[in-house]
């Protein structure tokens, strides 16, 4: 499975990003996606993560201002992210996991991965 992580760049704070995560993967109905972060210096933390069944889950950081989302008809999953602050700066990873119910929020059990996609606020 092949996944395409675009849509960084660089934000003021307060702003808003939306990435995307496209693969031509036609299973892709079959597995949960999880966005992961990567700031210089530290681990790889997770952010939020949609089920098959299209249940949400976040990392307490992001509750309230980051949305995921997948289209299953587009084969793509996003992550709206708004109220950006400098904190958010890190790479960001898309992932995705064959587990057949919920989702897990560590990183080294996702089966596939994106390439990153950097994300830049400035205050």
């Known amino acids: 499975v092949q996944l395409q992580a675009s849509g960084g760049g660089l934000v003021q704070a307060g702003g808003s990003l939306r990435l995307s995560c496209a693969t031509s993967e036609r299973t892709f109905s079959s597995y949960a996606m999880g966005w992961f972060r990567q700031a210089p210096g530290k681990e790889r933390e997770f952010v939020a993560a949609?089920?098959?069944?299209?249940?949400?889950y976040y990392a307490d950081s992001v509750k309230g201002r980051f949305t995921i989302s997948r289209d299953n008809a587009k084969i793509t999953a996003y992550l709206q992210m708004n109220s950006l602050e400098p904190e958010d700066t890190a790479v960001y990873y898309c992932?995705?996991?064959?587990?057949?119910?919920?989702?897990?929020?560590?990183?080294?059990?996702?089966?596939?991965w994106g390439q990153g996609t950097q994300v830049t606020v400035s205050s």
């Open positions: 992932a995705a996991d064959r587990i057949a119910y919920g989702v897990r929020r560590v990183a080294q059990e996702y089966d596939y």
């Open positions: 949609v089920s098959r069944a299209g249940t949400t």
